[in-house]
């Protein structure tokens, strides 16, 4: 069975290169970027009619305008308090000491004086490098679509717990959601909303619900049932059942849902900036177009040191929870007369920072921002001047030897013989369902026109997910197979995953030059982190019996691993396939910026083109299409190959 | 653990309260913070990507804050419909250099965007090689003998062509239409930002490789490779006056760059109103004060630095 299946599947790649290379450039659906089909003309002139009825229509009159309004002004309103100033006032209601001194009292209330340490030396961080409003603008957006997302996404995910309905309704919009690029929908959000705060925390929110739904709802389902039904047999209402013996007992699961969620939305601060979100964002952007590397990577730090200050904040708050010694009666009383002194600081700390201007505003001499951007301007100076032969070697050698012929076959060969391949596919990794699903994805994407350019975004996502899975396949092994490897990857795989891909978009393109491989190259980057992580935890799942009985069967480290680890870790490594595949394409059309063309040029062309409007918002389907079609097979293959 | 958790939660909530209600209470230094002066309000002026635009803008900021007491954010985002979008939605008053050519008129038939004038810059676009094959190649600036040298610009992702480094997304662009109605056998790559040229001329130059890329004025990149206007390639002129005749565009005409404002600030009609109105200056003025900034000082002190130097200019546009 297994063997036939690569046969096919060997069989109908060779099929459809022949075909491809038989019909080569006829029926290839290319038109011209800047053209527009009757259809992307179509959605343009009724996405302008939409923008023209911002202020007439009842449905913006009546709901979207509301909803933007009263999202504004909560943003506002916490910006006000921790970020910038209101009108006609000087300084925040909270200056920099009050923020850090609450924040610290808050996070020592909740786990342990080590964690609200490091929150301290990490706030202070971002402020010494010269990026103090930044993060505020950044935390106040965090915490205002963290707290909307949590008070629709814990009642959802409580509900979607408890019925199994709500869940099967539900679940095809999750996985949408996670496969969603951000890039593709923000034009859509920002179309209704408009740029700004509203848009920026809407656009957010969509990415982090899911989480929090998800993680609450797998939360109560998987509670002990025990407790459960002996409290309905004792005859709770279902309500009572629900206040005082689930949600109670979910507690856990639910804060680490909370982690998940803002680590969401943290990710998301860069983005945003791109519909106007106040924040780290801005600096990060405004330092690619003008190709200061080492200001990006000041804002970018700042990013990272966000990140772990709510990651760890949050997390240890969820761990709290967990502890099973009970404290002695001293403890306790030690506990809470440290909490009253250091409650007391965080008073006086407030108060200090509304009436002394040094503690209110950021002091600027205290800066280490020129020296970071220097350093770092110098490292990428030598690297540029050093590597850069090597790297264009590189890229000009993948780029002929796998890249360029790929594209070529891809959007070379006619639409009907790819559409062909791509059910092909589907029906042999996945069986018939995925078969007909992709069918009718692809065919959709054929109907939108833009066939041509989903080819070229398709061709450097797969390039991509290649690279991606050679190298985080190898160091998933080692990081499996040996602890101190671990230990020592550990904190660049975190880094990896917070820092934005915008900040290293720019040294890509010194690196490679506007090219198609910039954009691979920064996806490669970015997808690299989670393939690690999920292989390495494969490779350690693998049952130690089985390398213990091959070890002393005397296999060699090679043969265990060939021959035990990865066949055993198959799924997983499909998963992480999956997932590198979703998170290459995400970046992928990033380099729409850096001149990768492809579909993610026409959502950015589209942004700024009224006429190329409709063919952006389009292409920014045909974009999710795409991901849709890739997670469905992968998923599909992963189920059978269990 | 359970009481503990109780208790604890009351100091937090304590603590808590007690530092919302001082924040609310208790005298700040705001308190002392008086009202802008003179007549003008708070605005909102329009950051766009390019190193010109900032120039432009930031001399505009300063002078509305230090001269007329206004208070001025300054909101980055991208030019073009989100821009006019932001105006109608009343966050963005001003935009001070729009090279749109009239892509802004849905939105001044509905009245929430109002042109203010021509800011005295003359946008110019067109298509560069590096200036040392300028040099080396003396006709490849006549844009009927490119094709000759189409060869030298083939690189792994021109598809045998020669490459063609097309501008900015949200910049006018007619790369496609200007290779097909010169015949040319080049193939366009959409380079999506500024920082892809500037890395492409950059580089070309100083590695003496080939490279053609769209390039515009004023633009500071041309302050960085001095020689660049020596490698403007010239086109056929066309016929401008039917932009709906896509196919026969062979170059790009001169862009006088146009000022946008609010209708709330149009209909504020006050000092900031004036000086929005009355802002006028040359293409070097504005590359001198974007040099600066690339040079390394902030927006703010390149554009005080202008403002200091200019006083008489500054006062024509305060009406004073």
């Given at each position: 069975m297994?063997?036939?299946?690569?046969y096919?599947l060997?069989?109908?790649i060779?099929?459809w290169?022949?075909?491809g290379?038989?019909?080569?450039?006829?029926?290839?659906?290319?038109?011209?970027?800047y053209?527009?089909?009757?259809?992307?003309?179509?959605?343009g002139?009724?996405?302008?009619?939409?923008?023209?009825?911002?202020?007439?229509?009842?449905?913006?009159?009546?709901?979207?305008n509301?909803i933007?309004?009263?999202?504004?002004g909560?943003?506002?309103?916490?910006?006000?308090?921790?970020a910038v100033?209101a009108p006609?006032?000087?300084?925040?209601?909270?200056g920099w000491?009050?923020?850090?001194?609450?924040?610290?009292f808050?996070?020592f209330?909740?786990?342990?004086?080590?964690?609200?340490l490091l929150?301290?030396?990490?706030?202070?961080?971002?402020g010494?490098?010269?990026m103090?409003?930044f993060?505020?603008?950044s935390?106040?957006?965090?915490?205002?679509?963290?707290?909307l997302s949590?008070?629709i996404g814990?009642?959802?995910?409580?509900?979607?717990?408890l019925?199994d309905?709500v869940l099967?309704i539900?679940?095809p919009?999750?996985?949408?959601?996670?496969i969603?690029p951000?890039?593709v929908?923000?034009a859509?959000?920002?179309l209704?909303?408009?740029?700004?705060?509203?848009?920026?925390?809407?656009?957010t929110?969509i990415?982090?619900?899911?989480?929090a739904?998800?993680?609450?709802s797998?939360a109560i389902?998987?509670l002990?049932?025990?407790?459960?039904?002996?409290?309905?047999?004792?005859?709770s209402?279902?309500?009572?059942?629900?206040t005082k013996?689930q949600i109670?007992?979910?507690?856990q699961?639910i804060?680490?849902?909370?982690?998940?969620?803002v680590m969401?939305?943290v990710?998301f601060?860069?983005?945003?900036?791109?519909?106007?979100a106040?924040g780290?964002?801005k600096?990060?952007?405004?330092?690619?177009?003008?190709r200061n590397?080492?200001?990006?990577f000041?804002?970018?730090?700042?990013?990272?040191?966000?990140?772990?200050?709510?990651?760890?904040?949050?997390s240890?708050?969820?761990?709290?929870q967990n502890?099973?010694?009970p404290p002695?009666?001293k403890?306790?009383k030690f506990?809470?007369?440290t909490?009253?002194g250091t409650?007391i600081l965080?008073?006086?700390?407030?108060?200090?920072?509304?009436?002394?201007?040094?503690?209110?505003?950021?002091?600027k001499?205290?800066?280490?921002?020129?020296?970071?951007?220097r350093i770092?301007n110098?490292?990428?100076?030598?690297v540029?001047?050093?590597?850069?032969?090597?790297?264009?070697?590189f890229?000009?050698?993948?780029?002929y030897?796998?890249?360029?012929?790929l594209?070529?076959?891809?959007?070379a060969?006619?639409?009907?013989?790819?559409?062909?391949?791509?059910?092909?596919?589907?029906?042999?990794?996945g069986?018939?369902r995925?078969a007909?699903?992709a069918?009718?994805?692809?065919?959709?994407?054929?109907?939108s026109g833009?066939?041509?350019?989903a080819m070229l975004?398709?061709t450097?996502t797969i390039?991509?997910?290649?690279l991606?899975?050679?190298i985080g396949?190898?160091l998933?092994?080692?990081?499996?197979?040996?602890?101190?490897a671990?230990?020592?990857?550990?904190?660049?795989l975190d880094?990896g995953q917070?820092?934005?891909?915008?900040?290293?978009?720019v040294?890509?393109?010194?690196?490679?030059?506007?090219?198609?491989?910039?954009a691979?190259?920064t996806?490669?980057?970015y997808a690299?982190p989670v393939?690690?992580?999920i292989v390495?935890?494969?490779?350690?799942?693998v049952p130690h019996s089985l390398?213990e009985?091959?070890?002393a069967?005397g296999?060699?480290?090679?043969?265990?691993?060939?021959?035990?680890?990865?066949p055993a870790?198959?799924?997983?490594?499909?998963l992480?396939?999956?997932q590198?595949?979703i998170?290459?394409?995400a970046?992928?059309?990033?380099g729409?910026f850096v001149g990768?063309g492809g579909l993610?040029?026409?959502?950015?062309?589209?942004?700024?083109?009224?006429?190329?409007?409709g063919k952006?918002?389009?292409?920014g389907?045909?974009?999710l299409l795409?991901g849709?079609?890739?997670?469905?097979?992968?998923?599909?293959?992963?189920?059978?190959?269990? | 653990?359970?009481?503990?958790?109780g208790?604890?939660?009351?100091i937090?909530?304590?603590?808590?309260a007690?530092a919302?209600?001082?924040?609310?209470?208790?005298k700040?230094?705001?308190?002392?913070?008086?009202g802008?002066s003179?007549?003008?309000?708070s605005?909102?002026?329009?950051?766009h990507?390019?190193?010109?635009?900032?120039?432009?803008?930031s001399?505009?900021?300063?002078?509305a804050k230090?001269e007329?007491?206004?208070?001025?954010?300054?909101?980055?985002?991208?030019?073009g419909?989100?821009?006019?979008?932001?105006?109608?939605?009343g966050?963005?008053?001003v935009?001070?250099?729009?090279?749109?050519?009239?892509?802004?008129?849905?939105?001044t038939?509905?009245?929430?965007?109002v042109?203010?004038g021509?800011n005295?810059?003359?946008?110019?676009?067109?298509?560069y090689?590096a200036?040392?094959?300028?040099?080396?190649y003396?006709?490849i600036?006549?844009?009927?003998?490119?094709?000759?040298y189409?060869?030298l610009?083939?690189?792994?992702d021109?598809?045998?062509k020669g490459a063609w480094?097309?501008g900015?997304a949200?910049?006018?662009?007619?790369?496609?239409?200007m290779?097909?109605?010169?015949?040319l056998?080049?193939k366009?790559?959409f380079?999506?930002s500024?920082?892809?040229?500037?890395?492409g001329?950059?580089?070309?130059?100083?590695?003496k490789?080939?490279?053609?890329?769209y390039a515009?004025?004023p633009?500071?990149?041309?302050?960085k490779i001095p020689?660049?206007e020596?490698g403007?390639?010239h086109?056929?002129?066309?016929?401008?006056?039917d932009p709906?005749k896509a196919?026969?565009?062979?170059?790009?005409?001169?862009?006088?760059?146009?000022?946008?404002?609010?209708?709330?600030?149009n209909?504020?009609?006050d000092?900031?109103?004036t000086?929005?109105?009355?802002f006028?200056?040359?293409n070097e003025?504005?590359n001198?004060?974007?040099?600066?900034?690339?040079?390394?000082m902030t927006?703010?002190?390149?554009?005080?630095?202008?403002i200091?130097?200019?006083?008489d200019?500054?006062?024509?546009?305060l009406?004073k």
């Amino acid at each position: 069975m297994k063997v036939r299946k690569s046969y096919l599947l060997l069989g109908s790649i060779t099929i459809w290169i022949l075909l491809g290379r038989l019909l080569h450039g006829k029926n290839t659906l290319q038109i011209d970027t800047y053209e527009n089909t009757s259809f992307t003309s179509y959605v343009g002139k009724k996405a302008l009619e939409l923008r023209g009825n911002r202020t007439g229509s009842p449905a913006f009159i009546y709901f979207f305008n509301p909803i933007r309004g009263v999202i504004d002004g909560f943003v506002q309103i916490i910006r006000n308090t921790i970020a910038v100033p209101a009108p006609n006032s000087i300084i925040p209601v909270i200056g920099w000491l009050g923020v850090v001194a609450i924040i610290a009292f808050a996070v020592f209330a909740t786990s342990q004086w080590k964690t609200a340490l490091l929150s301290v030396s990490l706030l202070l961080g971002c402020g010494a490098l010269g990026m103090w409003q930044f993060t505020m603008d950044s935390i106040a957006m965090t915490l205002a679509a963290v707290l909307l997302s949590l008070a629709i996404g814990i009642p959802l995910g409580i509900w979607a717990g408890l019925s199994d309905r709500v869940l099967k309704i539900l679940t095809p919009f999750l996985d949408l959601a996670q496969i969603l690029p951000t890039l593709v929908y923000m034009a859509p959000i920002a179309l209704v909303f408009m740029i700004g705060a509203a848009s920026a925390t809407i656009a957010t929110m969509i990415y982090s619900i899911p989480i929090a739904i998800r993680i609450t709802s797998h939360a109560i389902r998987n509670l002990n049932q025990s407790p459960v039904e002996a409290a309905e047999s004792m005859g709770s209402t279902q309500k009572q059942t629900l206040t005082k013996v689930q949600i109670p007992m979910a507690k856990q699961m639910i804060v680490l849902g909370i982690n998940q969620t803002v680590m969401a939305a943290v990710s998301f601060v860069v983005v945003a900036a791109l519909i106007g979100a106040p924040g780290l964002g801005k600096p990060v952007i405004s330092a690619l177009i003008i190709r200061n590397v080492g200001q990006g990577f000041v804002a970018g730090f700042a990013v990272v040191f966000l990140a772990i200050l709510m990651d760890r904040s949050t997390s240890a708050a969820a761990r709290r929870q967990n502890s099973f010694i009970p404290p002695t009666e001293k403890q306790i009383k030690f506990k809470r007369m440290t909490l009253i002194g250091t409650g007391i600081l965080a008073i006086v700390g407030v108060f200090l920072s509304r009436t002394m201007l040094w503690a209110a505003v950021w002091p600027k001499e205290i800066t280490i921002a020129p020296q970071v951007e220097r350093i770092t301007n110098d490292v990428t100076a030598w690297v540029l001047e050093n590597l850069t032969i090597f790297t264009v070697g590189f890229k000009d050698f993948i780029s002929y030897s796998i890249l360029n012929p790929l594209e070529s076959q891809l959007s070379a060969s006619p639409w009907y013989v790819t559409v062909a391949m791509i059910v092909a596919l589907a029906l042999i990794i996945g069986g018939t369902r995925t078969a007909i699903l992709a069918f009718v994805l692809a065919m959709a994407i054929v109907l939108s026109g833009l066939w041509y350019e989903a080819m070229l975004t398709l061709t450097q996502t797969i390039v991509g997910c290649l690279l991606t899975m050679i190298i985080g396949i190898a160091l998933g092994i080692w990081t499996g197979r040996n602890d101190r490897a671990e230990r020592i990857l550990r904190p660049f795989l975190d880094a990896g995953q917070t820092l934005p891909a915008f900040v290293y978009l720019v040294p890509m393109l010194g690196l490679f030059g506007p090219t198609r491989f910039t954009a691979i190259a920064t996806g490669i980057v970015y997808a690299i982190p989670v393939v690690v992580k999920i292989v390495c935890e494969g490779i350690r799942a693998v049952p130690h019996s089985l390398v213990e009985a091959a070890t002393a069967a005397g296999s060699t480290t090679r043969q265990i691993i060939t021959k035990v680890q990865l066949p055993a870790s198959k799924k997983t490594i499909l998963l992480a396939t999956n997932q590198g595949l979703i998170y290459v394409l995400a970046v992928v059309v990033i380099g729409g910026f850096v001149g990768a063309g492809g579909l993610g040029y026409l959502v950015i062309v589209g942004n700024s083109k009224p006429e190329l409007q409709g063919k952006g918002l389009i292409a920014g389907a045909a974009i999710l299409l795409l991901g849709v079609i890739f997670d469905r097979i992968m998923q599909a293959g992963a189920r059978r190959s269990s | 653990m359970k009481s503990l958790f109780g208790r604890r939660s009351a100091i937090v909530s304590v603590v808590i309260a007690a530092a919302l209600i001082l924040s609310g209470c208790s005298k700040s230094v705001n308190s002392s913070a008086g009202g802008a002066s003179g007549d003008c309000g708070s605005y909102a002026i329009a950051m766009h990507a390019w190193g010109g635009y900032t120039a432009s803008a930031s001399v505009v900021a300063e002078v509305a804050k230090k001269e007329l007491g206004c208070t001025i954010t300054q909101t980055t985002l991208d030019e073009g419909p989100t821009t006019y979008d932001a105006m109608e939605a009343g966050t963005i008053d001003v935009v001070i250099e729009d090279w749109g050519g009239g892509r802004w008129k849905d939105w001044t038939d509905r009245g929430s965007v109002v042109e203010a004038g021509l800011n005295g810059n003359v946008g110019l676009i067109g298509m560069y090689v590096a200036p040392w094959m300028a040099a080396k190649y003396p006709d490849i600036t006549d844009s009927k003998n490119l094709n000759k040298y189409a060869a030298l610009f083939k690189t792994a992702d021109s598809g045998g062509k020669g490459a063609w480094f097309e501008g900015p997304a949200g910049y006018t662009t007619i790369g496609e239409k200007m290779v097909s109605a010169n015949k040319l056998n080049f193939k366009v790559i959409f380079s999506g930002s500024e920082a892809a040229l500037v890395d492409g001329f950059t580089k070309a130059e100083a590695n003496k490789t080939a490279f053609i890329g769209y390039a515009w004025q004023p633009w500071t990149l041309f302050a960085k490779i001095p020689n660049l206007e020596s490698g403007h390639v010239h086109f056929p002129a066309n016929d401008w006056t039917d932009p709906a005749k896509a196919s026969g565009l062979t170059d790009y005409p001169a862009t006088p760059l146009v000022k946008l404002i609010s209708k709330k600030l149009n209909d504020a009609n006050d000092s900031f109103t004036t000086l929005v109105k009355n802002f006028k200056w040359t293409n070097e003025d504005q590359n001198g004060v974007a040099a600066d900034i690339e040079g390394g000082m902030t927006p703010e002190a390149a554009a005080q630095k202008w403002i200091d130097a200019h006083a008489d200019v500054v006062k024509t546009w305060l009406g004073k």
